[in-house]
């Protein structure tokens, strides 16, 4: 089956599957999200997954289903599934009630969602290509406003960031804070590598604390590469010998080019345009983490 749902236990096709129009999150982006894949059918690094978004839920008061039922309904959706290895996304909103945007408009009932997809996983050639990654005018949401750390259904900043990337010719766009320093990219966490030490943005800046990019570092250390959190501006990628990005999807996935939409500067080359040796050095340990677990 290509593409599988199940909304609140019940498993449908994504044509069958339906949300009623006054649910939060629909109205209002109002719910917490989980993006997991699996190696050997199994879900990768499924607790630190729930973790998260058990804390996300917590800041915003989202009552979430018991985790042994979040787990249970994922697993019976993969297996209905059939697929080999699966996307799946697992969704809870703050489910239906008046309208009106006050939390005390919601009737209480939380609503669990899972979508179920093959997984597709990047060709071998992105990863010897690289990505080409715009420096995007439009900023983060400051920690202080939406925090970036919650992962929510409201994703209109990194929507609007994506769109000045593809319109620049570009595969994904890196954020930049209200102060002009790097964040981290739509849908990944961003690294470069200057003098053999691997560094990336603190979580402090405001950025989502990626589980890959949590496994990468840990990877990371374990081979004997040191790794700092350092605040920088999009001039140290440019200058770095390396850059490469972390996510769910993608692992690690190196960055041959840059281009700054600020300046209106052309495309600028990442050490010559060509993937680094850290980088494929950092995928192959990751990939023998993964077998390891």
Known sequence: ????????????????????????????????????????????????????????????????????????????????????????????????????????N?????????????????????????????????????????????????????????????????????LLDLAGRVTEATTSNIFFVQRGVIVTPPLRLGLLEGVTRHVAIEVARREGILVREEPHGPEALAAADEVFVTSTLREVMPVTSLVFLESGEQKRLVAGGKSGPLARRLREAFRRYVQSR
Do not use: W
Not at 6 to 23: I, M, S, T, Y
Not at 34 to 60: K, N, S, W
Not at 64 to 78: A, F
């Open 1 to 104: 089956m290509p593409v599988l749902c199940n909304v609140d236990g019940r498993l449908l096709p994504p044509e069958q599957a339906v949300v009623p129009v006054l649910d939060r999150g629909f109205l209002y982006g109002d719910s917490v999200y989980e993006v997991v894949r699996t190696y050997g059918g199994r879900p990768f690094e499924l607790q630190l997954h729930l973790e998260r978004m058990d804390r996300t839920a917590e800041r915003i008061a989202l009552p979430l289903p018991p985790r042994e039922n979040i787990v249970k309904e994922l697993q019976r959706t993969l297996e209905a599934s059939g697929n080999p290895e699966s996307y799946a996304r697992i969704i809870v909103s703050r489910g239906e009630g008046k309208f009106g945007l006050g939390m005390h």
């Open 106 to 174: 919601a009737d209480g009932k939380s609503r669990l969602i899972f979508i179920v997809r093959p997984l597709e996983p990047f060709p071998q050639e992105m990863y010897e290509r690289g990505l080409s990654m715009a420096i995007a005018r439009t900023r983060r949401n400051p920690p202080q406003a939406l925090d970036p750390a919650l992962k929510t259904g409201n994703y209109l900043n990194n929507i609007l960031a994506l769109r000045e990337a593809h319109d620049a010719g570009a595969d994904d766009a890196i």
